[in-house]
């Protein structure tokens, strides 16, 4: 079922594969949308372009320029903009007492300040009745050690979709966040897949498993289609995750030492 045939959509954050970003633009594409994938880097977006029958764009999410020019190039090919996803994203694992000045500041453009005008370019260019889906995190709920810049920034940005979707809601358009916790994707292989990591993530999850790329795509897929009745909210798609808590690191260190061999 092409459930998004004839809509245009922008996927920010495409470049990892697998990413959720590219997962969730092939998603859309196998279901009937002309997707415009982007990020900063444009090499590995040729490929996936190429592969859906959509196109790529350069754009760095601290760029206002940038994000102003990906909605309007969107409008210039294709004539609307319907769903726009941003996927983009940095992680910064520091103590609280340890975290500068010049991380305060990397994480707040990536993280908070460049989610904030992605939604403000998308928002001028979209047609009524539209979808806007941000990537949030588990952690801006539940916490993880090292992490509170990072969550702290996730958090806020749940507070402006929360703001926005109300402010927008008028015309019709759906604003709404997916929380992950730990997926499985090319950013994570190397830490899920040093022995005992895995295991200690998944005594969290009452759902038994790490989430995958393909989870968080059939979410986004739900939250771009016009059946969706719902906005300004937060989906925990995380198997659960959030009922519970992160492993501490002391319990991942643990796991790790009894899953060595010998």
Request: aromatic share 6%.
């Amino acid at each position: 079922m092409e459930q998004l045939n004839g809509k245009v959509a922008v996927v920010l954050g495409a470049s990892t594969n697998p990413g959720m970003g590219s997962a969730i633009a092939r998603l859309f594409a196998a279901h009937g949308a002309k997707v415009v994938v982007a990020a900063r880097r444009i090499a590995p977006l040729e490929q996936l372009a190429w592969d859906i029958g959509g196109s790529c764009l350069a754009c760095d999410v601290t760029c206002k320029a940038d994000l102003e020019r990906l909605a309007e190039i969107t409008l210039q090919r294709y004539g609307q903009l319907d769903i726009a996803v941003n996927a983009a994203g940095m992680g910064l694992s520091k103590p609280f007492a340890e975290t500068t000045e010049e991380d305060l500041d990397q994480v707040y453009r990536t993280v908070f300040k460049g989610s904030f005008q992605f939604l403000q370019s998308m928002l001028r260019a979209m047609s009524d009745g539209g979808s806007v889906i941000m990537l949030s995190s588990a952690i801006a709920r539940i916490g993880f050690q090292d992490q509170t810049l990072y969550g702290a920034c996730k958090a806020a940005g749940e507070h402006v979709v929360r703001a926005v979707a109300d402010e927008y809601g008028v015309r019709g358009i759906r604003i709404n966040s997916i929380a992950p916790g730990l997926t499985e994707s090319g950013m994570t292989q190397g830490f899920t897949e040093v022995p005992g990591v895995r295991q200690a993530f998944e005594r969290e999850y009452p759902l038994g498993r790490l989430g995958t790329v393909d989870d968080i795509a059939q979410a986004a897929l739900f939250l771009a289609g016009e059946g969706c009745f719902m906005t300004g909210q937060t989906l925990q798609v995380n198997g659960g995750l959030t009922l519970r808590r992160n492993p501490t690191f002391a319990e991942i260190q643990a796991a790790i030492a009894t899953a060595r061999p010998g």
